[in-house]
Antibody, heavy 115, light 107 residues
């Protein structure tokens, strides 16, 4: 069974750094892209970007380029999304999802940024 | 970037109604479009891929059609569990883009 299990909810202050994770199982992790999707409170889905675990090829949406960094650790089948300096406007639910066309989703990680 | 629009943005319908949601792309995307259902507090779930192929396990009352710039998702007979928000996603080019969503409420 394909599963994407994300790390737990985070509460951070503005300016802090953060790295959230997404562990894939039940399939060949290195042969499927992993994407990230943001959903701000009460809003729609926003595609942030995608990374290929096989070679770390990454494509960012222009809206998120330079704002976040995507990475993977193939040895533990885990993808990461990180921020170097959080803003209040980064408060949202973040989903990881499998595939260049999304077929499976993680359960989401809620990020709250508040002073 | 390819812009995706959906209509209507929301609708109210009764159990048993036929519901149609439209998604339009700002340029041709062949059939590179998927449909997702999201219920409150849950991750989205794919219903249709490649515009018209039903995801395994999805009830046959859901169907998708279209190609190029105009696509539709149809629910032939709305069931109580179908009240949710529906999104389209184009995967023809990067960046991928979602439609703004269509909320389906109980009338």
């Amino acid at each position: 069974e394909v599963q994407l299990v994300q790390s737990g909810a985070e509460v951070k202050k503005p300016g802090e750094s953060l790295k959230i994770s997404c562990k894939g199982s039940g399939y060949s992790f290195t042969t499927y892209w992993i994407g990230w999707v943001r959903q701000m409170p009460g809003k729609g889905l926003e595609w942030m970007g995608i990374i290929y675990p096989g070679d770390s090829d990454t494509r960012y949406s222009p809206s998120f380029q330079g704002q976040v960094t995507m990475s993977v650790d193939k040895s533990i089948s885990t993808a990461y999304l990180q921020w170097s300096s959080l803003k209040a406007s980064d408060s949202a639910m973040y989903y990881c999802a499998r595939g260049a066309t999304i077929d499976y989703w993680g359960q989401g990680t809620l990020v709250t940024v508040s002073s | 970037d390819i812009q995706m629009t959906q209509s209507p943005s929301s609708l109210s319908a009764s159990v048993g109604d036929r519901v149609t949601i439209t998604c339009r792309a700002s340029q041709g995307i062949r059939n590179d479009l998927d449909w997702y259902q999201q219920k409150p507090g849950k991750a989205p779930k794919r219903l249709v891929y490649e515009a018209s192929s039903l995801q395994s396990g999805v009830p046959s009352r859901f169907s998708g059609s279209g190609s190029g710039t105009e696509f539709t998702l149809t629910i032939s007979s709305l069931q109580p569990e179908d009240f949710a928000t529906y999104y389209c996603l184009q995967h023809n080019t990067y960046p991928r883009t979602f439609g703004p969503g269509t909320r389906v409420d109980i009338k």
